[in-house]
């Protein structure tokens, strides 16, 4: 096997997925103490003196306590080279874990052992079945009280209709947690703490050994006994290939807090999970080992630098071999670039590097060329890869500037902050620029929003509701422009334009959608963007 080949088998790239506050982030800063990327791990919700996630970089993250944007880390761990990219578990920021989705070849599902699966884990869940990636399972919290261990995997395979099966088994819950019984090779870790340290000191000593009751006491010895028992008695075999096409979840049990069953769970998975994915471009496969590189932007970030303002492309390589100062050519712009300081990235921290291969991620400066979905492929080659959907926003508000003065400011980081994705930016024709509409998923990216404005740019902004729900790109059949004066429009109903100049109509309600659309018979209706109905 060439260099060039071993170096593209030993990439993982993978999300890690959960509900909020389901020990996400806590898990990722453990993955990166393992690989020896961070001395500490940092309290994911910390007071002013404590340090703060590596992954979460943003000021607002770190005041909040929760992840509002997906950070991508890289780090080697035994031979592999594993790129993570943590998501934020927030519903109100879904839209931007989607889209790294499409960057990732397989998904870690984190799941609160008192909790189990709540409503978010099931949307993201959806999100990994529609595109076929392996999903590994880590059921987190056992140092704290726990659901019974097979009603979780009971409650994941009803819930998320997938198939489950434990690849370890917890011993004990709560203050009684001990370790994991690792049933391949019937041997039971036994875990002492550190804190915050490096890793947790494991003890391994067979099922049958005869100082069992003195190491985990003699009712869980009784209990685990019993429940491998059950466990072996089970009819579901493992199996990778049903792993590898999202059928089959490992699941493994542990605490990310305390170190237990983490170091497991990280080998166990780099194992079973996949070296980089190809990927669809229309009915064109494009394998990672292709020789010509390719790649694509599924994520924007400005002001990653507040003392540079500068602004970020987040890139997946899905062929081939990148070298810095090569020429690509970028399908969307239809011209060639030279992308000179290309980077590797530890959530805000960066290191300018000279190559990368298929599976990793890199970030390249954006002067304004790039959007989201944008491919990049060697000269010669002209493939787009198959879009990354974004969703209709549920949620408007009219904004302006507090200080009519700074208008160019607002207008300046609105527009940034919208070709990240993470806002959608209207107006309403025939209005200038004097009414800006923003759409967004989730409210809180509203309050995003406003801080990014007030902290990056100066501005200080007045938001005021909107009564609209739904959002339609309309386009009228002789393909010219709508007039308003030649709409039937209901008052719940307004006509605004994207910044791209396409015209669209936000409604009140979807009853206001169908009324529209039939004493209008010449408009064609699309949920903007790709979003589903």
Partial sequence: MSKYETEINRRRTFAIISHPDAGKTTLTEKFLLYGGAIAQAGQVKGKKNTRAATSDWMEIEKQR???????????????????ILDTPGHQDFSEDTYRT??????????????????AQTRKLFKVCAMRDIPIFTFINKMDREARDPFELCEELEKELGIETYPINWPIGDGKDFQGVYDREKRQIIHFTGHGGAKAATATTVSLGDEGLDDLIGQNLHARLTEDVELLDGAAAEFDLEKVRHGKLSPVFFGSALTNFGVEPFLEGFLQMTTPPLSRMAGETVIDSMEDDFSAFVFKIQANMNK???????????VSGKFEADREV????????LRLSRPQQLMAAEREIIEEAYAGDIIGVFDPGIFSIGDTLCAPGKKFQFDPIPTFAPEHFRRVRPLDTMKRKQFLKGAEQIAQEGAIQMFKAPYTGME?????????LQFDV?????????????????????????????????????????GTDTKLVEDFKGRQLLLFGSKWAVNWTGERNPNLTFTPFGGGEE
């Fill in 65 to 83: 306590g929760i992840s509002v944007t997906s950070s991508v880390m890289q780090f080697q761990y035994e031979g592999f080279c594993v790129n």
């Fill in 449 to 489: 929003l406003e801080y990014r404005l007030k902290n990056e740019y100066g501005v200080d902004i007045f938001m005021e509701g909107l009564p609209y729900e739904y959002l339609r790109w309309i386009e009228a059949a002789d393909g010219e422009p709508v007039k308003e004066e030649n709409l039937t429009l």
């Fill in 101 to 118: 989705l499409m960057a990732a070849d397989s998904a870690v599902m984190v799941i609160d052992a008192a909790k189990g699966v709540e």
């Fill in 329 to 336: 050519y970028h399908v969307q712009g239809g011209k060639k």
């Fill in 435 to 443: 009414e800006i509409i923003v759409g967004v998923v989730g409210t």
């Fill in 307 to 317: 003392a540079h303002r500068d602004r970020i492309a987040f890139m997946r390589v």
